[in-house]
Each structure stands twice: as C-alpha cells, then as structure tokens.
C-alpha cells in the first residue's frame, strides 16, 4: 500500500510540477533581468540543493552502513556486537532529517525512521533472538527508507524462505550470508533483487 501511496503521490508530485511550469504567467511589460544573472543565481541556488542533498546522502549512507553493521553482527551470531551496533543505528536514525524531501516523503520518511528506531534500540537491548525478530522489520523499514533515499551503491535484497514464513534483508554482497540463522544455517537464502 505505501508504494501504491508513494508512487501516486510522485506522479502527483510531477503533474503538479508540469501544470506549474507551463501555466507560469510571464509579464512581458518588465524588462529582462541580465541573462548572466539568472545563470549566475540559478547555479548558487544549484549549490545549495547539492550541499543539501549531499548532506542527506551521507546521512542515508551512514545509516545503511550502520545497517550493514549490524547485519554481519547477526550473521557473526555476536549478540553483544549487534547490542552495540543497534544503539549506533539507533543514533544515525535520530540525526537524519527527512525535511529536504517532498511533503509526501518526508511523512514517509518521518513514520519509515520513528518505527526503525524503536527496533535499532530494542536490538541494543535484546538476547540474540530477540535481535533477529527487530532486524526482520528494521530490514523492511531501511528497504523502504532507500526506495525514497535511493542509495549510490548497488544492493541486494536477499530472502531467506525458512525464517518466519520468508524474510528479506539487504546486502552488499551478493553472496548469502543468513543474519537470521547464522552459522546454523548461515547460506539459507537467495538473491531476491538487485537495488540500484
């Protein structure tokens, strides 16, 4: 439903901006400003998108680091490890700031990194067990955070068919390591897909 809602709202999104650009009244009484200072403007302006943007990628970036992290943590059966790994996410999601996104993301944004917080400190806080059910729906969360976010490098979403009636997960490698089962069963699983 939200990729439904996503994918409606950004076709929204783009007609408005179309019917935005071509429904723009253009004075022609006022005389032209300098062509070199639109230019001019226009790139300044450019720069400071970029900054944000670039800004918001990192912190992306580090999240999904944080994320990988953590997985190899469960996937190493290091219970402590991934205790320490979740707080860290933890504080990587608090810092990210969705409001450089449209109105319609930065909701999404907002509700994808409240509910993946709660479960990066409950793996802070939980025997191994208990870590691998919140990294089941953190992975869903971070899968849904770079639908939105995008991410520059290439992932895999990789599923395990035996973990909780099927469960995926991110990676990136495409060879399957299980952070669900560990080394009990540590190559359960396939390559669902390729992101990016």
């Known amino acids: 439903m939200k990729k439904v809602k996503r994918t409606l709202g950004m076709m929204a999104l783009a007609a408005t901006t179309v019917l935005t650009v071509s429904c723009k009244d253009v004075n022609k009484n006022e005389p032209a400003a300098p062509m070199s200072n639109e230019m001019h403007q226009e790139s300044m302006d450019d720069k400071d998108d970029m900054a944000m943007n670039d800004n918001q990628d990192a912190k992306a970036e580090a999240i999904l680091n944080d994320y990988f992290n ?27 700031d969705a409001s450089n996104y449209s109105d319609n993301e930065t909701s999404e944004l907002n509700e994808i990194i409240e509910d993946a917080t709660e479960h990066a400190e409950h793996i802070s806080e939980s025997d191994i067990k208990h870590q691998r059910e919140h990294f089941k729906i953190l992975s869903k969360d971070v899968t849904d955070m770079v639908a939105i976010t995008g991410t520059k490098t290439k992932l895999y979403e990789q599923f395990c068919p035996m973990y909780d009636g099927g469960t995926a997960w ?3 490698e495409e060879n399957v390591l299980n952070p669900y089962y560990g080394s009990s069963m540590l190559r359960c699983g396939k390559v669902q897909r390729e992101i990016n």
Do not use: C, I, P
């Open 70 to 96: 953590l997985k190899d943590a469960l996937v190493g059966d290091d219970n402590d490890k991934a205790k320490e790994l979740g707080n860290t996410m933890a504080q990587s999601l608090k810092s990210f």
């Open 170 to 172: 991110l990676s990136k």
